[in-house]
Nanobody
């Protein structure tokens, strides 16, 4: 199995930046596609950003494109989400996730990810 642990969340002012980290352990040879999701109070979990196993393909929802950047270092078994120009609408619990299958493209559905972290809170104040 693969275990994922997020870190780097916190409280920031609008316009600020945060970098979330996702450390993987266990059978990291099974760590393939990478995704970041978020869930705000009263809302469903939504896809934010994702990358393929080799990181050659990335995808973002329109609301974060140009502000967020997903990256990964397979040698260090760590993935990242750099978040810049944060706005209050970004407030949510952020989860990292990994697929157990190699896909040719970025996956955006929660049910396509087998492994999940515990989540880290990001709060953006105005």
């Amino acid at each position: 199995q693969v275990q994922l642990v997020e870190s780097g969340g916190g409280l920031v002012q609008a316009g600020g930046s945060l970098r979330l980290s996702c450390a993987a352990s266990g059978r990291t040879d099974r760590w393939y596609g990478m995704g970041w999701f978020r869930q705000a109070p009263g809302k469903e979990r939504e896809f934010v950003a994702g990358s393929t196993w080799r990181g050659s393909k990335t995808g973002y929802i329109d609301s974060v494109k140009g502000r967020f950047t997903i990256s990964r270092d397979n040698a260090k078994n760590t993935a990242y989400l750099q978040m810049n120009s944060l706005v209050p609408e970004d407030t949510a619990v952020y989860y990292c996730a990994a697929t157990s299958i190699v896909y040719s493209g970025v996956r955006t559905g929660s049910d396509e990810y087998a492994y999940w972290g515990q989540g880290t809170q990001v709060t953006v104040s105005s």
